[in-house]
């Protein structure tokens, strides 16, 4: 393991040391321990402070904040979004990325991210204007397993409650909030620590990141040798036609210059991907 008995200092506050620690200790070697700063201050799902650039960028900005008194140390951070899925946009899609930073003398940094995507998340809203309908829509969405916010409105909100986990509790906010104004905007708590589904998502992702950091480059031997790109034209299976579907991928180092292409699998695309037979 190149980097056994090493630290990394993790960006968080909302306890996903508890999910990436034990799986890099495991299969990198890595010690996990935290960054004590306020991540909040790159962004927030409710809406406080948006985030500064993509997630790649964040996740850059959240290990230098991270190695500032621990220069010497591995970098990572993790960094999540939620939305309607591209192809299906009435189903909610879960995005996460987790990224390790490796800085060596005389060397240029190494990045390594993990990625995963899933639809299985719980992430939904709905502007509820009875305790009927609060309480349906906590049901839902895995209430109290899973957190809560409630908004006055969505769009710049005034007024936040985050991280509603007991009945109780929501029962007075919804109350407060209906007294007030006679409705409002309830949404599921993405935080790591508040919504143990998305902790399955980050988990797939810090595998993947432990994938690549697992698969060395042949020429030189840096970790994160992976695919890059793919190559489209696997023929049809029935007219023999090539397709959009991928039939090779092209693998490359992140430091050298080599790569190689592999075929997929697969030796025909299903013929409901071809122009020609289903037009």
Known sequence: MQWKGRVAYLATMHRKE??????????????????????????????????????????????????????EALGLASEGSFGPHPQIPWIPWNQEWVMLRV????????ELVGY?????????????????????????????????????????PQVIHKGIQDEETLKQVVGEMLTRQGGLHLETDMRAMCNPTRLQVIAAATQNLIAKAQSLCPACGTPGYWRI????????GQCGAPTPVTKAWVYGCARCSHTHTEPVAEPWADPAQCAFCNP
């Open 116 to 156: 995963a995507e899933s639809t299985q998340t719980n992430f939904s809203h709905r502007w509820v204007q009875s305790w009927a309908e609060a309480l349906d829509f906590a049901q839902r969405a895995g209430f109290p397993q899973h957190a809560l916010i409630a908004l006055d409105r969505p769009e710049k």
């Open 103 to 110: 800085f060596e003398p005389g060397a240029e940094p190494l």
């Open 229 to 236: 790109r793919s190559i489209s034209g696997l023929p049809c």
């Open 18 to 71: 508890q999910v990436i620690g034990p799986l890099l200790a495991e299969h990198l070697g890595i010690q996990v321990q935290v960054a004590t700063f306020d991540t909040d201050q790159l962004g927030t799902f409710s809406r406080e402070r948006p985030r500064p650039g993509d997630p790649i960028h964040t996740l850059r900005l959240k290990i230098a904040r991270a190695l500032q008194d621990h220069p």
